[in-house]
T-cell receptor, first 109, second 114 residues
Framework: EDQVTQSPEALRLQEGESSSLNCSYT??????LFWYRQDPGKGPEFLFT???AGEEKEKERLKATLTKKESFLHITAPKPEDSATYLC??????????FGTGTRLTIIP | GAVVSQHPSRVICKSGTSVKIECRSL??????MFWYRQFPKQSLMLMAT?????????EQGVEKDKFLINHASLTLSTLTVTSAHPEDSSFYIC??????????FGEGSRLTVL
């Protein structure tokens, strides 16, 4: 059974304080690892898909990286509008998307 | 980017009534759509996979007679919660794959059953 564990569960940062969110996974036949941002009361917003170890993708202040066991979402010089829950999910050989429980990120002005 | 739209975003109904939620892919065709349920401060749980022109595939523990799914066209899937009860109150979200392999989600529908 595919499993996704995200840490930390919650993270509070000062504006401008860079940090990383972790997503550890076990999956049978990884077809893709997804990162999403979810604001309260909204559906997840697509950020990145990573397909193989060593791959990196960037979007504004966010950078996602992937190894064979985990993925990191690095946030550089965050702003208050980056506050949200960040979800990681894996898509494996069972053709199902398995989500982690997310990291609630709060950026303090 | 691709857009998936859900309607209604919020619905309140009385216990025993049925509620229909629509999920549309606005700028792409989706042969497969997915329905998720999310409880407060928990992650998304897959309920069922909706297949255009055929029966939906339900996850273990999901009552197919309570959660009716219809995927009548390449851009529309509907979830009907039949004879809703307070325990069915939740946030329901649909999603769909694009041809480019990205999975986009709708804005979600908050169901409250009184």
């Amino acid at each position: 059974e595919d499993q996704v564990t995200q840490s930390p569960e919650a993270l509070r940062l000062q504006e401008g304080e860079s940090s990383s969110l972790n997503c550890s996974y076990t999956v049978s036949g990884l077809r893709g690892l997804f990162w999403y941002r979810q604001d309260p009361g909204k559906g997840p917003e697509f950020l990145f898909t990573l397909y193989s170890a060593g791959e990196e993708k960037e979007k504004e202040r966010l950078k996602a990286t992937l190894t064979k066991k985990e993925s990191f979402l690095h946030i550089t010089a965050p702003k208050p509008e980056d506050s949200a829950t960040y979800l990681c999910a894996v898509y494996g050989g069972n053709e199902k998307l398995t989500f982690g429980t997310g990291t609630r990120l709060t950026i303090i002005p | 980017g691709a857009v998936v739209s859900q309607h209604p975003s919020r619905v309140i109904c009385k216990s025993g009534t049925s509620v229909k939620i629509e999920c549309r892919s606005l700028d792409f065709q989706a042969t497969t759509m997915f329905w998720y349920r999310q409880f407060p401060k928990q992650s998304l749980m897959l309920m069922a996979t909706s297949n255009e022109g055929s029966k939906a595939t339900y996850e273990q523990g999901v009552e197919k007679d309570k959660f009716l799914i219809n995927h009548a066209s390449l851009t529309l899937s509907t979830l009907t919660v039949t004879s809703a009860h307070p325990e069915d109150s939740s946030f329901y979200i649909c999603s769909a794959w694009t041809a480019g392999g990205e999975l986009f989600f709708g804005e979600g529908s908050r169901l409250t059953v009184l």
